[in-house]
């Protein structure tokens, strides 16, 4: 099941520095380069080997005054609606303000479990003044400080005692998710696979509160659809759209066994495409990537390969997976995207025999071992594929510590010229023989 944690407060407590020590994303160098981390509120976090999405919400939040308190309250709502757990966070430098005093009176009527986070306890001394927010009236506290991580650990061992872990019922079929940003395109996609005709839809039991399903089943293909664009007008506040649409994607993402993130082809791909990447591929989920209004560019015959080429440039180092451009209003291609979905689902079930597997590695490894280090050579004997929902391999050798990533990424090539393993994360893990 997805699980969400929402920080939820008003500006400047603290909630963006919360949230970069929860998924660590300052030790994401690559992406400063590539100027992704400005845009980067929500991502993957760890504690305790749960895995969840964080989602800062102060990221959506319009500067101009007029819209910004509107939009805080609003953004509070859906939260409720729409995460898990919720993090109020307040700052004990300046008490309750009149912000915080309306946060919390939403917050009261939430069925789902709501944390006060007391924020700038940097010292004893201030330890010593978050007694005043229990007037909030919603229960325990938690004092932390956002800077340095103390109180975090006591915070996450709550948070995760209030996750989900209701399983969906499955069907056996594969389940697509239909991503991207406010409109790319996902609707239209939706409605020329099934027409107009949205009686078809059927609700799983479990999941009716979550994204939309439906089951498309025509001309051999035979899966669920998870729709993530159906309920987007619910928000007042036009700032919120893409906060909405965010939560969404998380939990149709999490719930997805393939992604088909959709992009514009006119404004190519963008942060927040690629932030809806990282997350699929950091949750293993085989991935397609649907390059849509296709037909309002103007093409020569370069022009795919140079779209191509910025793309992966922009998705490095997972680049194996396949790249479709459709237009769905032309209906160009858009089968071809379903049976591309098909086949990376084929791949991600994909259960090499462990003899084949050895005999293509094996040699490979010989002919181009591990660089030595410090005068001790690495010698990789076996190699085996781990049951899992992706593909995971175990690599038993002598020394693993001394294996490097270079040499992970050679492994990982190999692994994808021999056997097909487009469109999905492969795990590689080295472990002592
Ligand atoms: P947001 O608007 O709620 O996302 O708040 P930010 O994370 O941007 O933080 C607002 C300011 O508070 C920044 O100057 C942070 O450096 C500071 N801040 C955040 N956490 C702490 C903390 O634990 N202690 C102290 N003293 N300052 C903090
Ligand atoms: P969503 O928000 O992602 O569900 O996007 P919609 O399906 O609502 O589409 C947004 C707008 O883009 C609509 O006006 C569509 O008609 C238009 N659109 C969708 N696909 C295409 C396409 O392939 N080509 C062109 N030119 N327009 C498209």
């Given at each position: 099941m997805s699980n969400i944690v929402a920080i939820v407060g008003r500006p400047n407590v603290g909630k963006s520095t919360l949230y970069n020590r929860l998924t660590e994303s300052r030790k994401a160098i690559v992406d400063d380069f590539s100027g992704v981390t400005r845009d980067r509120h929500y991502g993957h976090a760890e504690w305790v080997n749960r895995t969840f999405t964080v989602i800062d919400t102060g990221g959506y939040v319009a500067n101009s005054e007029d819209v910004f308190e509107a939009a805080i309250r609003e953004q509070v709502v859906i939260a409720i609606e729409e995460a898990t757990v919720i993090l109020f966070m307040v700052d004990v430098t300046t008490g309750i303000t009149d912000l915080d005093d309306e946060i919390a009176a939403l917050l009261r009527r939430s069925k789902k479990p709501v944390h006060v986070?007391?924020?700038k306890?940097?010292?004893?001394?201030?330890?010593?003044?978050?007694?005043?927010?229990?007037?909030l009236g919603l229960g325990e506290i938690f004092p932390i400080s956002s800077m340095t991580g103390s109180g975090t650990g006591e915070l996450l061992d709550e948070v995760i005692k209030g996750f989900d872990d209701e399983e969906v019922e499955e069907n056996g079929l594969p389940k697509f998710a239909i991503v991207g940003r406010p409109n790319v395109g996902k609707s239209s996609l939706i409605n020329s696979l099934i027409g107009q005709d949205r009686n078809i839809v059927t609700p799983i039991a479990?999941?009716?509160r979550d994204s939309i399903h439906i089951h498309y089943n025509q001309f051999g293909h035979n899966f669920m659809l998870i729709d993530t664009a159906g309920l987007r007008k619910k928000t007042k506040v036009h700032e919120n759209i893409e906060f909405y649409?965010?939560?969404r994607t998380i939990k149709a993402l999490e719930e997805a066994d393939v992604v088909l993130l959709m992009i514009d082809a006119v404004e190519g791909m963008e942060s927040q495409d690629v932030n809806i990447f990282h997350l699929a591929e950091k949750n293993k989920k085989g991935i397609v990537i649907l390059v849509n209004k296709w037909d309002l560019i103007e093409k020569n015959?370069?022009?795919?390969k140079v779209f191509e080429e910025q793309i992966k440039q922009k998705l490095a180092p997972f680049t194996d997976l396949p790249i479709i451009f459709t237009?769905?209003?032309?209906k160009q291609r858009i089968f071809k995207a379903i049976e591309a979905a098909t086949k990376v689902y084929e791949n991600r079930k994909k259960k090499i025999p462990t003899s084949k597997l050895n005999d293509v590695m094996l040699p490979l490894i010989e002919s181009f071992p591990p660089p030595s280090l410090k005068g001790k050579f690495v010698k990789i004997k076996y190699v085996t594929q781990i049951t899992g929902t992706a593909p995971m391999f175990a690599f038993f050798c002598n020394l693993p510590q001394y294996i490097k990533?270079?040499?992970k990424r050679f492994i990982e090539n190999k692994l994808r010229e021999n056997f097909d393993f487009e469109g999905v994360p492969v795990q590689i893990f080295f472990r002592q023989k």
């Open positions: 986070v007391v924020n306890v940097d010292n004893t001394a201030r330890y010593d003044e978050t007694c005043i927010f229990y007037a479990g999941t009716t649409s965010v939560m015959n370069k022009t795919t237009s769905v209003t032309e990533e270079p040499y």
